[in-house]
């Protein structure tokens, strides 16, 4: 069984930066893509990020030029580096892996930009 895990989401005003981390766990032989999807309330979920196997990188209009992701393939993790943030990111935050035919999600993790 694969599990996903996410860490770094929080509070932040509108122009700052947040870290998104997850790290993948279980019987793993190779992860093929991973991203990050977000979901406001009373909207749709997106697929904010994603990062294929060979490292080619994929963006939301939205968020391009100001969101970076990144994967450590030796560690099983994925990354999102968020800066510039606006009030419109607020959301909770989804990792993503697509392994060997299965999507595996994480659990969430909030993300508020206000001031």
């Known amino acids: 069984q694969v599990q996903l895990v996410e860490s770094g989401g929080g509070l932040v005003q509108p122009g700052g930066s947040l870290r998104l981390s997850c790290a993948a766990s279980?019987?793993?032989?190779?992860?093929?893509?991973m991203g990050w999807y977000r979901q406001a309330p009373g909207k749709q979920r997106e697929l904010v990020a994603f990062i294929a196997s060979g490292s080619r990188t994929n963006y939301l209009d939205h968020v391009k030029g100001r969101f970076t992701i990144s994967r450590d393939d030796a560690k099983n993790t994925v990354t999102l580096q968020m800066s510039s943030l606006k009030p419109e990111d607020t959301a909770v935050y989804y990792c993503?892996?697509?392994?060997?035919?299965?999507?595996?999600w994480g659990q969430g993790t909030q993300v508020t930009v206000s001031s």
């Open positions: 279980g019987t793993i032989p190779s992860i093929n893509n």
């Open positions: 993503n892996a697509y392994i060997w035919g299965v999507d595996y």
